[in-house]
């Protein structure tokens, strides 16, 4: 057992040191000088020697690494520290021609560790697992960017980290997972390529390895990696991570049907195949946008959308500087509503009944609330803004649809250019603007968020704001500016929505005023 004892004395020329055999939590205490690793030879499983690779990164410790962690700055995390030295312990081995690129466990129980976490993890949890898998396999001078399905696939990256990848692709590709979760994971696997290429990089814009890292580089990015993790430490919910058998059915009939009409198309050249292209990666999320509005909205849809929203605020947070936030002056518009859709759109009433009118409808309510009496009242309601940005796109047939969904809805849009914001009464009381005035006023920047969030507040409810979220004021991309809209949100009851798409399902189910 001993004959693959490391020597940390030969690498730190300190004596003393106690080396104890641990395959569960391998680790080295500098200040004691004492390293616990996997002393065995190759795994009677695998046949891979996993304590080679384990101890070669220990000794990588000994070598590199401070003593101590030192002072940690406010709300840093020391996990996030030791997940970013590992990073660049296993950088400087492979840099110094000492291979990392084996096994450090079992491929099996890696894989099966990636799909725990795709079924019940945090997004914290897979960045984690993330950055424990990343690392090169051998020593490059250039850093480049192939990718595969807009993941981070190199032909040069350690076998850890494509396992992570394929794990990934094929469960996504099986289509059980809800679209929120895959927008989650992609953050989580994007995230984690960030920060490893951060740390062996020479600097954030270049492509160029470093051939050495200090540990100063550790603690730059530490802060801004623990307020991640803090972030996005919640466990998912189920209705969060898998689709039920209704909507993996309506996915996959929808998949099929893109399937074969791109054979069809491609008919003459059997050499090119639906799952090698492009087209069969983009089919999946237009699948999922396609088959998401069909058939009923349900509790679990409603449930998504409220976790979807939060994490979005979560994605949002991340590289917004700190710099305070400066609002434009908004300027309110009621232009003429010109197109009436009186005949086009279902009347939004109903009888309500009443305690005091003029009309006995319900004499049998005497005996019990004393409402006898009817009137007419508004099934559905509330008020719609649109940001309308350049990344926002809608339509005056959009608007139309909304108003069918939701006859006594009020609509408005707003943009803004340097300090100044406009926000534009398009539809109300049944009747809209003309789509050359939507055309003519959408696009350009953003400015007054937060204005236009104050005015909604004040209009009837339910409130409903269509945002990418992408929130920018003055001095651009603030935390505060977003912070600010955020609990804007809370204090008004203002529901987020995404996209106009999104407004025509879910806004009668959301607008339904009793």
């Known amino acids: 057992m001993m004959e693959h004892r490391p020597f940390p004395e030969i690498v730190s020329q300190d004596k003393d040191w106690e080396v104890f055999e641990e395959t569960q939590r391998p680790r080295t205490d500098m200040t004691n000088r004492k390293m616990y690793v996997p002393l065995g030879g190759a795994c009677t499983h695998c046949g891979i020697n996993h304590g080679r690779v384990i101890r070669r990164h220990e000794l990588g410790h000994v070598k590199w690494s401070p003593k101590s962690l030192g002072k940690l700055g406010e709300g840093v995390l020391e996990e996030a520290v030791h997940l970013l030295e590992e990073i660049r312990i296993n950088h400087l081995l492979c840099m110094h021609g000492i291979p990392m690129y084996d096994w450090h466990t079992c491929q099996e129980l890696h894989e099966m560790r990636m799909r725990e976490l795709i079924e019940k993890g945090s997004v914290a949890d897979i960045m984690k697992f993330g950055l424990a898998s990343i690392f090169l396999k051998e020593r490059y001078r250039y850093l480049g960017r192939a990718t595969k399905s807009g993941h981070y696939y190199m ?73 991640i993790l803090l972030l ?7 209705y969060d991570v898998f689709l039920d058998e209704q909507e993996q059915k309506e996915l996959a009939d929808e998949r ?9 198309k491609h008919a003459d050249d059997p050499d090119y195949k639906y799952e090698d292209s492009y087209q069969s990666t983009n089919d999946l999320e237009e699948s999922y946008k396609e088959t998401g509005g069909v058939g009923q909205v349900t509790d679990n849809d409603i449930k998504r959308l409220h976790t979807r929203n939060k994490n979005d605020i979560a994605r949002q947070s991340v590289n917004r500087h700190d710099q305070e936030s400066q609002w434009g002056k908004m300027h309110i518009h009621k232009p003429p509503c010109n197109i009436n859709l009186s005949n086009r759109i279902r009347i939004g009433y109903t009888n309500v009944a009443q305690d005091r009118g003029q009309t006995i409808k319900d004499i049998h309510r005497w005996t019990t609330d004393k409402k006898v009496f009817g009137r007419k009242g508004k099934v559905y309601g509330g008020t719609v803004l649109i940001d309308a940005s350049g990344s926002m796109r809608f339509t005056g047939k959009d608007i139309l649809e909304i108003m069918q969904e939701v006859p006594a809805v009020t609509i408005a849009m707003y943009n803004g250019y340097r300090n100044e914001g406009h926000l534009r009464i398009i539809a109300r009381n049944g009747r809209r603007v003309d789509e050359s005035y939507i055309n003519e006023h959408a696009g350009s920047g953003n400015v007054v968020d937060l204005p236009a969030l104050q005015w909604l507040g004040k209009q009837d409810p339910r ?11 003055n001095n651009g991309l603030t935390k505060q500016g977003l912070d600010e809209c955020i609990q804007a949100m809370k204090r008004l009851n203002i529901f987020r929505l995404a996209d106009v798409d999104e407004v025509k399902r879910y806004a009668k189910r959301l607008n339904k005023v009793r």
């Open 256 to 264: 099929e049907r893109r399937r074969k009409e791109f054979e069809e």
């Open 232 to 238: 996005w430490g919640e466990l998912p919910q189920s």
């Open 155 to 227: 032909e040069y990256m350690g076998k850890e980290w494509v396992s992570l990848i394929d794990t990934y692709e094929k469960f996504k590709d099986s289509g059980t997972l809800t679209w929120n979760r895959i927008e989650d994971i992609d953050f989580a696997i994007a995230t984690a390529y960030r920060f490893w290429r951060n740390m062996v990089a020479i600097s954030v814009r270049s492509d160029k390895c470093a051939s050495e890292i200090s540990f100063k580089r550790v603690k730059k990015y530490a802060k801004e990696l623990s307020e």
């Open 463 to 473: 409130r409903i704001w269509v945002s990418d979220m992408q929130v920018v004021d």
